[in-house]
């Protein structure tokens, strides 16, 4: 019979191990885009004037990393990369969504989930939803901060103007 400290020992090597293998695995982006490419009739009035420029934009992941920290240092780190190839973001104040695929798009007749994100129909597939399980939130305003914020966290980060972040407490 194995001692309790060999068993210890296993499963902290395979979790080390699993948390290794999953670390590595490259973030991949299924969908991107804005929501009024996705859907011309989305406006948002509020915040769009002659002098300043708001667009939303909506980015669907697959191996997204697992901790705050890991998210927002992706996105720093990609961020050139997420305008060159889908054009996210290109106005002066934005705000990104990333969401998780979870098992795949779907359509809304025969999923059971009533919670779910849809885009607009492609004449290829009526599968154009997705369940919401939103990642994390970049918001930009003009001459401003960067803010990443998640639904699951009773906090939100910025970017301070020497480019370090500060993890702030929400006030609700």
Not at 25 to 53: K, M
Not at 59 to 64: D, E, I, L
Not at 83 to 88: A, D, M, R, T, V
Not at 122 to 150: L, P
Request: glycine content about 6%.
């Amino acid at each position: 019979m194995k001692s309790k400290s060999e068993i210890v020992i296993g499963s902290l090597a395979l979790l080390i191990f699993s948390y290794l293998l999953w670390t590595q695995r490259p973030v991949a982006v299924i969908q991107a885009g804005s929501q009024v490419e996705f859907d011309p009739t989305f406006v948002l009035g509020q915040f769009t004037n002659r002098d300043r420029r708001f667009e939303a934009y909506d980015v669907v992941v697959n191996h997204f990393p697992l901790t705050e920290w890991g998210r927002i240092h992706w996105y720093l780190d990609h961020k050139e990369e997420l305008k060159k190839k889908y054009g996210i973001p290109l106005s002066y104040s934005y705000r990104i969504t990333f969401w998780d695929i979870g098992s795949g798009f779907t359509d809304v007749k025969t999923s059971g989930d009533s919670d779910l994100y849809c885009f607009p129909l492609k004449k290829e597939t009526d599968k154009h939803c997705i369940e919401k399980n939103m990642f994390m939130n970049v918001e930009y305003d003009a001459g401003s901060y960067e803010r990443f914020a998640f639904s699951s966290s009773e906090y939100y980060w910025i970017t301070m103007p020497d480019g370090k972040l500060a993890r702030i407490k929400n006030a609700l």
